[in-house]
Protein backbone atom coordinates (compact mmCIF):
# COMPACT_ATOMS: atom_id res chain seq x y z
CA UNK A 1 0.00 0.00 0.00
CA UNK A 2 1.44 3.67 -0.48
CA UNK A 3 1.05 6.02 1.80
CA UNK A 4 -2.76 7.45 1.42
CA UNK A 5 -3.33 3.80 2.27
CA UNK A 6 -4.06 2.96 -1.78
CA UNK A 7 -2.38 -0.44 -3.78
CA UNK A 8 0.10 0.37 -5.36
CA UNK A 9 -0.62 -2.23 -8.25
CA UNK A 10 -4.12 -3.68 -8.94
CA UNK A 11 -5.30 -5.86 -11.71
CA UNK A 12 -7.97 -6.27 -13.68
CA UNK A 13 -9.07 -10.10 -14.92
CA UNK A 14 -11.29 -9.52 -18.36
CA UNK A 15 -10.74 -6.64 -20.61
CA UNK A 16 -14.18 -6.53 -21.86
CA UNK A 17 -16.97 -3.96 -22.09
CA UNK A 18 -16.77 -3.55 -18.32
CA UNK A 19 -13.46 -3.80 -17.21
CA UNK A 20 -11.98 -1.98 -20.27
CA UNK A 21 -13.70 1.43 -19.29
CA UNK A 22 -13.42 0.64 -15.66
CA UNK A 23 -9.57 0.27 -14.99
CA UNK A 24 -9.23 3.43 -18.10
CA UNK A 25 -11.27 5.61 -15.40
CA UNK A 26 -9.57 3.95 -11.58
CA UNK A 27 -6.01 4.77 -13.96
CA UNK A 28 -7.28 8.11 -14.81
CA UNK A 29 -8.24 9.32 -11.47
CA UNK A 30 -5.58 7.29 -9.28
CA UNK A 31 -2.01 8.03 -11.51
CA UNK A 32 -0.48 6.85 -8.42
CA UNK A 33 -1.69 3.02 -8.72
CA UNK A 34 -0.59 0.98 -11.83
CA UNK A 35 -3.62 -0.88 -13.05
CA UNK A 36 -2.96 -3.92 -15.44
CA UNK A 37 -5.67 -5.18 -17.87
CA UNK A 38 -5.64 -8.67 -18.32
CA UNK A 39 -7.28 -11.27 -20.92
CA UNK A 40 -6.99 -14.31 -22.21
CA UNK A 41 -8.07 -13.46 -25.69
CA UNK A 42 -4.75 -12.29 -27.19
CA UNK A 43 -6.57 -10.59 -30.05
CA UNK A 44 -8.58 -8.16 -27.69
CA UNK A 45 -5.07 -7.48 -25.44
CA UNK A 46 -3.50 -6.58 -28.86
CA UNK A 47 -6.61 -4.17 -29.97
CA UNK A 48 -6.77 -2.32 -26.15
CA UNK A 49 -3.15 -1.83 -26.88
CA UNK A 50 -3.77 -0.40 -30.51
CA UNK A 51 -5.42 2.99 -32.25
CA UNK A 52 -8.50 0.71 -32.40
CA UNK A 53 -9.98 -0.20 -29.46
CA UNK A 54 -12.38 -3.02 -29.31
CA UNK A 55 -14.79 -1.22 -27.20
CA UNK A 56 -16.39 1.88 -28.67
CA UNK A 57 -17.70 4.24 -25.82
CA UNK A 58 -17.80 8.17 -25.46
CA UNK A 59 -14.27 9.31 -24.28
CA UNK A 60 -12.96 6.16 -24.29
CA UNK A 61 -10.50 6.50 -26.81
CA UNK A 62 -9.18 9.80 -24.93
CA UNK A 63 -8.72 8.01 -21.64
CA UNK A 64 -6.47 5.21 -23.02
CA UNK A 65 -4.17 7.56 -24.86
CA UNK A 66 -4.07 9.62 -21.96
CA UNK A 67 -3.21 6.85 -19.51
CA UNK A 68 -1.78 3.81 -21.32
CA UNK A 69 1.87 3.25 -21.06
CA UNK A 70 1.98 5.70 -18.15
CA UNK A 71 -0.14 3.68 -15.44
CA UNK A 72 -2.75 1.54 -17.38
CA UNK A 73 -1.06 -1.77 -19.13
CA UNK A 74 -2.84 -4.31 -20.98
CA UNK A 75 -1.53 -7.80 -20.95
CA UNK A 76 -2.03 -11.39 -21.95
CA UNK A 77 0.24 -12.12 -18.69
CA UNK A 78 -2.49 -13.07 -16.53
CA UNK A 79 -0.68 -14.78 -14.51
CA UNK A 80 2.44 -11.64 -13.50
CA UNK A 81 -0.43 -9.28 -13.51
CA UNK A 82 -2.40 -11.32 -10.30
CA UNK A 83 1.35 -11.89 -8.62
CA UNK A 84 2.04 -8.19 -8.29
CA UNK A 85 -1.48 -6.85 -7.54
CA UNK A 86 -2.60 -5.97 -4.09
CA UNK A 87 -6.12 -5.93 -5.05
CA UNK A 88 -7.78 -7.64 -8.39
CA UNK A 89 -11.05 -7.33 -10.11
CA UNK A 90 -12.59 -10.23 -11.78
CA UNK A 91 -14.38 -8.25 -14.74
CA UNK A 92 -15.48 -11.67 -16.67
CA UNK A 93 -18.02 -12.97 -18.82
CA UNK A 94 -21.09 -14.40 -16.90
CA UNK A 95 -23.33 -15.50 -19.72
CA UNK A 96 -26.56 -17.60 -19.17
CA UNK A 97 -25.87 -21.29 -18.97
CA UNK A 98 -26.60 -22.47 -22.19
CA UNK A 99 -25.99 -26.65 -20.84
CA UNK A 100 -26.76 -28.60 -17.83
CA UNK A 101 -28.64 -27.99 -15.07
CA UNK A 102 -29.88 -24.74 -14.98
CA UNK A 103 -29.71 -23.96 -18.53
CA UNK A 104 -31.48 -20.80 -20.53
CA UNK A 105 -31.32 -19.29 -16.53
CA UNK A 106 -28.71 -19.60 -14.24
CA UNK A 107 -25.44 -17.76 -14.94
CA UNK A 108 -22.31 -20.00 -15.96
CA UNK A 109 -20.02 -19.32 -13.97
CA UNK A 110 -17.09 -21.15 -15.27
CA UNK A 111 -14.79 -18.39 -16.04
CA UNK A 112 -15.20 -16.74 -12.87
CA UNK A 113 -14.25 -19.77 -11.19
CA UNK A 114 -11.15 -20.20 -13.57
CA UNK A 115 -10.23 -16.47 -12.63
CA UNK A 116 -11.08 -17.41 -8.97
CA UNK A 117 -8.44 -21.00 -9.02
CA UNK A 118 -5.52 -19.21 -10.61
CA UNK A 119 -5.60 -16.18 -8.34
CA UNK A 120 -5.88 -19.23 -5.74
CA UNK A 121 -2.44 -20.69 -7.17
CA UNK A 122 -0.81 -17.01 -8.07
CA UNK A 123 -2.05 -13.99 -5.52
CA UNK A 124 0.15 -13.28 -2.81
CA UNK A 125 -1.52 -13.84 0.89
CA UNK A 126 -3.63 -10.71 2.03
CA UNK A 127 -5.00 -9.53 -1.95
CA UNK A 128 -8.26 -8.40 -2.00
CA UNK A 129 -10.33 -10.05 -4.82
CA UNK A 130 -13.40 -7.91 -6.32
CA UNK A 131 -16.28 -9.86 -7.92
CA UNK A 132 -17.39 -7.10 -10.58
CA UNK A 133 -19.14 -9.32 -13.34
CA UNK A 134 -22.54 -9.84 -12.16
CA UNK A 135 -23.17 -13.05 -10.64
CA UNK A 136 -26.12 -14.78 -8.66
CA UNK A 137 -26.25 -14.36 -5.10
CA UNK A 138 -23.57 -16.15 -3.26
CA UNK A 139 -20.89 -16.44 -5.56
CA UNK A 140 -18.43 -14.62 -3.10
CA UNK A 141 -18.94 -17.56 -0.89
CA UNK A 142 -17.55 -19.99 -3.99
CA UNK A 143 -14.70 -17.69 -4.77
CA UNK A 144 -13.84 -17.35 -0.82
CA UNK A 145 -14.04 -21.39 -0.53
CA UNK A 146 -11.35 -22.13 -3.54
CA UNK A 147 -9.53 -19.56 -1.81
CA UNK A 148 -9.17 -21.46 1.32
CA UNK A 149 -8.86 -24.48 -0.44
CA UNK A 150 -5.35 -23.03 -1.43
CA UNK A 151 -5.12 -21.69 2.11
CA UNK A 152 -5.04 -18.03 0.77
CA UNK A 153 -5.46 -15.35 3.12
CA UNK A 154 -7.90 -13.60 0.44
CA UNK A 155 -10.78 -10.97 0.94
CA UNK A 156 -13.61 -11.58 -1.47
CA UNK A 157 -15.58 -8.25 -1.98
CA UNK A 158 -18.65 -7.26 -3.82
CA UNK A 159 -18.26 -4.76 -6.05
CA UNK A 160 -20.96 -4.35 -8.44
CA UNK A 161 -21.11 -2.01 -11.74
CA UNK A 162 -23.93 0.13 -12.54
CA UNK A 163 -22.71 1.93 -15.63
CA UNK A 164 -24.85 1.78 -19.01
CA UNK A 165 -23.14 1.10 -22.24
CA UNK A 166 -23.00 4.47 -24.38
CA UNK A 167 -22.55 6.91 -21.10
CA UNK A 168 -19.78 4.35 -19.13
CA UNK A 169 -17.31 7.21 -18.63
CA UNK A 170 -19.63 9.67 -17.22
CA UNK A 171 -21.68 7.03 -15.15
CA UNK A 172 -18.16 5.77 -13.83
CA UNK A 173 -16.73 9.80 -13.57
CA UNK A 174 -20.25 10.67 -11.70
CA UNK A 175 -21.72 7.62 -10.60
CA UNK A 176 -25.76 7.29 -8.70
CA UNK A 177 -23.59 4.60 -6.25
CA UNK A 178 -20.35 2.95 -5.67
CA UNK A 179 -21.66 -0.49 -3.96
CA UNK A 180 -19.43 -2.73 -1.78
CA UNK A 181 -20.46 -5.74 -0.13
CA UNK A 182 -17.76 -7.43 2.26
CA UNK A 183 -18.08 -9.78 4.82
CA UNK A 184 -18.85 -8.76 8.20
CA UNK A 185 -15.80 -9.31 9.80
CA UNK A 186 -12.46 -7.16 10.94
CA UNK A 187 -10.91 -8.33 7.99
CA UNK A 188 -13.40 -7.93 5.33
CA UNK A 189 -14.55 -4.17 6.85
CA UNK A 190 -10.72 -3.24 6.09
CA UNK A 191 -10.83 -4.38 2.91
CA UNK A 192 -13.72 -2.57 2.30
CA UNK A 193 -12.23 0.05 3.19
CA UNK A 194 -9.14 0.00 1.04
CA UNK A 195 -11.31 -0.10 -2.30
CA UNK A 196 -13.46 2.52 -1.17
CA UNK A 197 -10.38 4.47 -0.64
CA UNK A 198 -9.85 4.49 -4.29
CA UNK A 199 -13.63 5.63 -5.40
CA UNK A 200 -12.70 8.19 -2.84
CA UNK A 201 -10.64 9.69 -5.20
CA UNK A 202 -13.19 11.16 -7.21
CA UNK A 203 -16.56 9.85 -5.88
CA UNK A 204 -18.41 11.99 -3.33
CA UNK A 205 -18.24 9.48 -0.04
CA UNK A 206 -22.22 9.61 0.90
CA UNK A 207 -22.67 7.90 -2.79
CA UNK A 208 -20.03 4.91 -1.21
CA UNK A 209 -22.39 2.27 0.01
CA UNK A 210 -20.95 -0.53 2.07
CA UNK A 211 -23.02 -3.63 2.65
CA UNK A 212 -23.32 -6.83 3.13
CA UNK A 213 -21.70 -8.94 0.46
CA UNK A 214 -25.11 -11.41 -0.25
CA UNK A 215 -27.00 -7.55 -0.07
CA UNK A 216 -24.33 -5.99 -2.66
CA UNK A 217 -24.70 -9.15 -4.91
CA UNK A 218 -28.94 -9.36 -4.90
CA UNK A 219 -28.70 -5.21 -5.62
CA UNK A 220 -26.77 -5.43 -9.05
CA UNK A 221 -29.54 -8.42 -9.71
CA UNK A 222 -32.90 -6.38 -8.45
CA UNK A 223 -31.41 -2.57 -9.97
CA UNK A 224 -31.25 -4.56 -13.36
CA UNK A 225 -34.60 -6.26 -12.82
CA UNK A 226 -36.05 -3.02 -12.07
CA UNK A 227 -34.98 -1.45 -14.70
CA UNK A 228 -35.84 -3.62 -17.39
CA UNK A 229 -39.79 -4.05 -15.61
CA UNK A 230 -40.18 -0.36 -16.45
CA UNK A 231 -39.60 -0.97 -20.20
CA UNK A 232 -41.62 -3.68 -20.39
CA UNK A 233 -44.18 -1.78 -18.44
CA UNK A 234 -44.55 0.84 -21.12
CA UNK A 235 -44.13 -1.22 -23.72
CA UNK A 236 -46.80 -2.97 -22.82
CA UNK A 237 -48.95 0.02 -22.66
CA UNK A 238 -47.49 1.02 -26.49
CA UNK A 239 -49.78 -2.34 -27.20
CA UNK A 240 -53.01 -0.69 -25.33
CA UNK A 241 -51.85 2.48 -27.15
CA UNK A 242 -51.91 1.31 -30.38
CA UNK A 243 -55.19 -0.18 -30.04
CA UNK A 244 -56.65 2.26 -28.30
CA UNK A 245 -55.51 5.53 -30.37
CA UNK A 246 -53.33 7.09 -27.25
CA UNK A 247 -49.87 8.03 -27.78
CA UNK A 248 -47.76 6.28 -25.72
CA UNK A 249 -45.40 8.93 -25.43
CA UNK A 250 -47.84 11.69 -24.25
CA UNK A 251 -48.98 8.90 -21.64
CA UNK A 252 -45.82 8.79 -20.53
CA UNK A 253 -44.95 11.81 -20.05
CA UNK A 254 -47.57 12.15 -18.10
CA UNK A 255 -47.12 8.89 -16.46
CA UNK A 256 -43.30 9.83 -15.67
CA UNK A 257 -44.06 13.33 -13.69
CA UNK A 258 -45.22 11.70 -11.02
CA UNK A 259 -41.60 11.77 -9.28
CA UNK A 260 -42.44 8.37 -7.50
CA UNK A 261 -42.31 6.85 -11.08
CA UNK A 262 -39.55 9.58 -12.78
CA UNK A 263 -39.58 10.10 -16.44
CA UNK A 264 -36.79 8.23 -17.89
CA UNK A 265 -37.01 4.35 -18.91
CA UNK A 266 -39.92 4.98 -19.72
CA UNK A 267 -38.96 5.11 -23.69
CA UNK A 268 -42.04 2.66 -25.23
CA UNK A 269 -39.00 0.31 -28.39
CA UNK A 270 -38.87 -2.54 -30.31
CA UNK A 271 -37.91 -3.89 -26.70
CA UNK A 272 -34.59 -3.84 -24.56
CA UNK A 273 -31.45 -5.48 -25.70
CA UNK A 274 -27.79 -5.27 -23.79
CA UNK A 275 -25.59 -8.20 -22.24
CA UNK A 276 -27.39 -7.58 -18.65
CA UNK A 277 -31.24 -7.34 -18.30
CA UNK A 278 -32.24 -10.76 -19.98
CA UNK A 279 -29.18 -12.46 -18.25
CA UNK A 280 -29.80 -10.74 -14.61
CA UNK A 281 -33.72 -11.77 -14.85
CA UNK A 282 -33.23 -15.35 -15.37
CA UNK A 283 -30.71 -15.18 -12.95
CA UNK A 284 -32.90 -13.85 -10.52
CA UNK A 285 -35.80 -16.21 -11.61
CA UNK A 286 -33.66 -19.27 -11.12
CA UNK A 287 -32.84 -18.08 -7.61
CA UNK A 288 -36.36 -17.78 -6.66
CA UNK A 289 -37.64 -20.96 -7.95
CA UNK A 290 -34.24 -22.48 -5.96
CA UNK A 291 -35.75 -20.99 -3.08
CA UNK A 292 -39.24 -22.30 -3.98
CA UNK A 293 -40.62 -18.39 -4.78
CA UNK A 294 -42.85 -19.84 -7.71
CA UNK A 295 -45.11 -16.63 -7.20
CA UNK A 296 -41.74 -14.48 -7.41
CA UNK A 297 -40.33 -16.29 -9.92
CA UNK A 298 -43.64 -15.87 -12.35
CA UNK A 299 -43.33 -12.06 -11.43
CA UNK A 300 -39.89 -11.49 -12.88
CA UNK A 301 -40.61 -14.21 -16.02
CA UNK A 302 -43.24 -12.16 -16.92
CA UNK A 303 -40.93 -9.13 -17.72
CA UNK A 304 -39.15 -10.65 -19.95
CA UNK A 305 -41.77 -12.84 -21.70
CA UNK A 306 -43.15 -9.14 -22.21
CA UNK A 307 -39.94 -8.30 -24.05
CA UNK A 308 -39.93 -11.17 -26.59
CA UNK A 309 -43.96 -10.33 -26.89
CA UNK A 310 -42.68 -6.80 -27.86
CA UNK A 311 -40.11 -7.78 -30.33
CA UNK A 312 -42.14 -10.71 -32.55
CA UNK A 313 -45.16 -8.33 -32.70
CA UNK A 314 -42.64 -5.14 -33.92
CA UNK A 315 -41.72 -7.73 -36.15
CA UNK A 316 -45.10 -9.07 -37.08
CA UNK A 317 -46.77 -5.73 -37.69
CA UNK A 318 -44.11 -5.05 -40.34
CA UNK A 319 -44.33 -8.05 -42.58
CA UNK A 320 -48.51 -7.46 -42.20
CA UNK A 321 -47.61 -3.22 -43.21
CA UNK A 322 -45.52 -4.93 -46.47
CA UNK A 323 -48.83 -7.01 -47.65
CA UNK A 324 -48.39 -10.47 -45.40
CA UNK A 325 -45.00 -10.99 -47.63
CA UNK A 326 -41.68 -9.77 -47.46
CA UNK A 327 -40.38 -12.90 -49.46
CA UNK A 328 -37.41 -11.09 -51.78
CA UNK A 329 -37.90 -7.61 -50.62
CA UNK A 330 -35.51 -5.64 -49.76
CA UNK A 331 -35.84 -3.93 -46.36
CA UNK A 332 -33.39 -1.29 -44.80
CA UNK A 333 -32.27 -1.84 -41.08
CA UNK A 334 -30.75 1.10 -39.55
CA UNK A 335 -28.90 0.16 -36.59
CA UNK A 336 -28.05 -3.45 -34.90
CA UNK A 337 -26.37 -2.04 -31.68
CA UNK A 338 -28.72 -3.17 -28.43
CA UNK A 339 -28.54 0.70 -27.63
CA UNK A 340 -27.02 4.04 -29.24
CA UNK A 341 -23.18 5.06 -28.25
CA UNK A 342 -21.87 1.35 -28.60
CA UNK A 343 -20.91 -1.57 -30.76
CA UNK A 344 -22.60 -4.08 -28.77
CA UNK A 345 -24.87 -6.35 -30.10
CA UNK A 346 -25.25 -8.27 -27.23
CA UNK A 347 -29.05 -9.35 -27.11
CA UNK A 348 -29.72 -6.75 -29.44
CA UNK A 349 -33.75 -6.58 -30.29
CA UNK A 350 -32.54 -6.21 -33.82
CA UNK A 351 -30.99 -9.52 -33.78
CA UNK A 352 -34.74 -11.05 -33.36
CA UNK A 353 -36.21 -8.93 -35.76
CA UNK A 354 -33.57 -9.36 -38.44
CA UNK A 355 -33.69 -13.16 -37.93
CA UNK A 356 -37.65 -13.06 -38.51
CA UNK A 357 -37.77 -11.16 -41.94
CA UNK A 358 -34.56 -13.35 -43.14
CA UNK A 359 -36.44 -16.47 -42.00
CA UNK A 360 -39.31 -14.89 -44.04
CA UNK A 361 -36.91 -14.44 -47.31
CA UNK A 362 -36.60 -10.83 -47.47
CA UNK A 363 -33.46 -9.24 -48.12
CA UNK A 364 -31.37 -7.29 -45.54
CA UNK A 365 -29.23 -4.50 -46.20
CA UNK A 366 -28.10 -3.18 -42.78
CA UNK A 367 -26.39 0.07 -41.49
CA UNK A 368 -25.06 0.70 -38.29
CA UNK A 369 -22.33 3.62 -37.62
CA UNK A 370 -20.61 1.81 -34.70
CA UNK A 371 -21.19 -2.26 -35.07
CA UNK A 372 -18.07 -3.86 -37.48
CA UNK A 373 -19.86 -6.01 -40.77
CA UNK A 374 -18.27 -9.30 -38.83
CA UNK A 375 -20.99 -8.86 -35.90
CA UNK A 376 -23.78 -8.31 -37.98
CA UNK A 377 -23.02 -11.64 -40.04
CA UNK A 378 -21.74 -13.59 -36.77
CA UNK A 379 -25.38 -12.69 -35.37
CA UNK A 380 -27.23 -13.73 -38.37
CA UNK A 381 -25.09 -16.47 -39.39
CA UNK A 382 -27.66 -19.71 -38.54
CA UNK A 383 -30.26 -17.92 -40.97
CA UNK A 384 -28.02 -16.51 -43.50
CA UNK A 385 -25.71 -19.61 -43.93
CA UNK A 386 -21.64 -19.11 -44.52
CA UNK A 387 -22.35 -17.82 -47.92
CA UNK A 388 -23.90 -14.73 -46.18
CA UNK A 389 -27.60 -14.99 -47.81
CA UNK A 390 -29.41 -12.41 -48.40
CA UNK A 391 -28.05 -9.92 -45.96
CA UNK A 392 -25.54 -7.06 -46.99
CA UNK A 393 -23.86 -5.03 -44.18
CA UNK A 394 -23.41 -1.16 -45.65
CA UNK A 395 -21.21 1.49 -44.19
CA UNK A 396 -23.24 4.23 -46.07
CA UNK A 397 -26.76 4.78 -44.93
CA UNK A 398 -28.30 5.63 -48.29
CA UNK A 399 -27.16 3.14 -49.77
CA UNK A 400 -29.01 0.24 -47.20
CA UNK A 401 -31.99 1.90 -48.47
CA UNK A 402 -31.38 2.02 -52.27
CA UNK A 403 -33.98 0.17 -53.78
CA UNK A 404 -35.69 -0.99 -50.45
CA UNK A 405 -39.62 -1.39 -49.51
CA UNK A 406 -39.38 -0.48 -46.18
CA UNK A 407 -36.82 1.19 -43.77
CA UNK A 408 -36.86 -0.15 -40.44
CA UNK A 409 -35.32 1.67 -37.30
CA UNK A 410 -33.94 -0.51 -34.29
CA UNK A 411 -31.26 1.66 -32.90
CA UNK A 412 -31.78 4.94 -31.13
CA UNK A 413 -28.67 6.25 -32.81
CA UNK A 414 -29.08 10.11 -32.54
CA UNK A 415 -27.15 10.71 -36.03
CA UNK A 416 -30.26 9.25 -38.03
CA UNK A 417 -32.55 12.02 -37.63
CA UNK A 418 -29.90 14.12 -39.15
CA UNK A 419 -30.04 12.06 -42.57
CA UNK A 420 -31.95 13.55 -45.73
CA UNK A 421 -35.07 11.38 -45.79
CA UNK A 422 -36.15 13.28 -48.69
CA UNK A 423 -33.29 11.48 -50.40
CA UNK A 424 -34.06 8.10 -49.26
CA UNK A 425 -37.44 8.21 -49.68
CA UNK A 426 -36.62 8.94 -54.03
CA UNK A 427 -34.54 6.19 -53.83
CA UNK A 428 -37.29 3.36 -52.45
CA UNK A 429 -39.99 1.24 -53.65
CA UNK A 430 -43.59 2.86 -53.39
CA UNK A 431 -45.16 2.79 -51.20
CA UNK A 432 -42.46 3.53 -48.88
CA UNK A 433 -42.85 2.23 -45.51
CA UNK A 434 -40.67 3.62 -42.10
CA UNK A 435 -40.59 1.64 -39.13
CA UNK A 436 -39.85 3.38 -35.96
CA UNK A 437 -38.47 1.09 -33.49
CA UNK A 438 -37.62 3.66 -31.59
CA UNK A 439 -39.98 6.30 -31.79
CA UNK A 440 -36.42 8.72 -32.61
CA UNK A 441 -37.80 10.50 -36.12
CA UNK A 442 -41.03 13.33 -36.44
CA UNK A 443 -43.83 11.17 -37.71
CA UNK A 444 -45.60 13.90 -39.06
CA UNK A 445 -42.49 15.10 -40.85
CA UNK A 446 -41.60 11.86 -42.66
CA UNK A 447 -45.25 11.52 -43.48
CA UNK A 448 -45.62 14.95 -45.13
CA UNK A 449 -42.32 13.67 -46.83
CA UNK A 450 -44.58 10.92 -48.46
CA UNK A 451 -43.73 7.70 -46.12
CA UNK A 452 -46.24 5.51 -44.63
CA UNK A 453 -44.91 5.46 -41.14
CA UNK A 454 -45.18 3.42 -37.88
CA UNK A 455 -43.68 4.16 -34.47
CA UNK A 456 -44.37 2.15 -31.37
CA UNK A 457 -47.46 3.05 -29.32
CA UNK A 458 -48.55 5.65 -31.92
CA UNK A 459 -51.18 5.51 -34.34
C1 LIG B 1 -27.92 -1.67 -17.94
C2 LIG B 1 -28.14 -0.80 -16.69
O1 LIG B 1 -28.75 0.44 -17.09
C3 LIG B 1 -26.82 -0.55 -15.99
O2 LIG B 1 -27.04 0.18 -14.79
C4 LIG B 1 -26.18 -1.89 -15.66
O3 LIG B 1 -24.92 -1.73 -15.06
C5 LIG B 1 -26.01 -2.73 -16.93
O4 LIG B 1 -27.27 -2.87 -17.57
P1 LIG B 1 -27.03 -1.23 -20.40
O5 LIG B 1 -27.52 -2.62 -20.67
O6 LIG B 1 -25.65 -0.88 -20.82
O7 LIG B 1 -27.12 -0.92 -18.84
O8 LIG B 1 -28.02 -0.19 -21.13
P2 LIG B 1 -29.41 0.52 -20.74
O9 LIG B 1 -29.25 1.97 -20.95
O10 LIG B 1 -29.93 0.08 -19.44
O11 LIG B 1 -30.38 0.00 -21.89
C6 LIG B 1 -30.79 -1.36 -21.98
C7 LIG B 1 -31.78 -1.55 -23.11
O12 LIG B 1 -33.03 -0.92 -22.84
C8 LIG B 1 -31.31 -0.97 -24.44
O13 LIG B 1 -31.63 -1.89 -25.47
C9 LIG B 1 -32.10 0.31 -24.58
O14 LIG B 1 -32.26 0.71 -25.90
C10 LIG B 1 -33.41 -0.12 -23.93
N1 LIG B 1 -34.23 1.00 -23.40
C11 LIG B 1 -33.72 1.82 -22.43
C12 LIG B 1 -35.53 1.19 -23.85
O15 LIG B 1 -36.03 0.45 -24.72
N2 LIG B 1 -36.28 2.20 -23.32
C13 LIG B 1 -35.80 3.03 -22.34
O16 LIG B 1 -36.54 3.92 -21.89
C14 LIG B 1 -34.48 2.83 -21.89
P1 LIG C 1 -18.40 -7.65 -19.94
O1 LIG C 1 -19.48 -6.93 -20.69
O2 LIG C 1 -18.90 -8.27 -18.66
O3 LIG C 1 -17.17 -6.83 -19.74
P2 LIG C 1 -17.03 -9.10 -22.08
O4 LIG C 1 -17.41 -10.37 -22.75
O5 LIG C 1 -16.99 -7.84 -22.88
O6 LIG C 1 -18.01 -8.95 -20.82
O7 LIG C 1 -15.58 -9.24 -21.40
C1 LIG C 1 -15.18 -10.30 -20.62
C2 LIG C 1 -13.72 -10.63 -20.97
O8 LIG C 1 -13.24 -11.58 -20.01
C3 LIG C 1 -13.51 -11.27 -22.34
O9 LIG C 1 -12.61 -10.48 -23.09
C4 LIG C 1 -12.91 -12.65 -22.03
O10 LIG C 1 -11.91 -13.06 -22.95
C5 LIG C 1 -12.29 -12.42 -20.65
N1 LIG C 1 -12.10 -13.66 -19.87
C6 LIG C 1 -12.98 -14.65 -19.67
N2 LIG C 1 -12.45 -15.61 -18.88
C7 LIG C 1 -11.19 -15.21 -18.57
C8 LIG C 1 -10.12 -15.77 -17.77
N3 LIG C 1 -10.27 -16.93 -17.13
N4 LIG C 1 -8.96 -15.08 -17.68
C9 LIG C 1 -8.82 -13.89 -18.32
N5 LIG C 1 -9.78 -13.31 -19.07
C10 LIG C 1 -10.96 -13.96 -19.20
Not at 34 to 60: F, I, K, M
Request: proline share 3%.
Amino acid sequence: MNHNGLPERICCIGAGYVGGPTMAVIARKCPEIRVTVVDVDQDRVAAWNSERLPVYERGLDELVRETRGKNLFFSADVDAAIRQAQLIFICVNTPTKNYGQGQGKAADLVYVERCARRIAEQAERGTIVVEKSTVPVRTAEMIQTIMEQEDRDVQVLSNPEFMAEGTAIEDLNVPDRVLIGSADTPAGRAAAETLAGIYRTWVDPERIILTGIWSSELSKLSANAFLAQKISSINALSALCEATQADVTEVANAVGCDERIGPRFLRASVGFGGSCFKKDLLNLVYLCEHYGLSEVAAYWQSVLQLNEYQKTRFANQLVRSLFNTVTEKKIAIFGFAFKQGTNDVRESPAITVCRQLLTDRAWLGVYDPAVPEASVRQELSDVTGSAGGRLEVFSDPYDACDGSHALVILTEWNSFRDLDFRRIFASMHKPAVLFDGRNLLDIEEMRRLGFQVRGVGKV
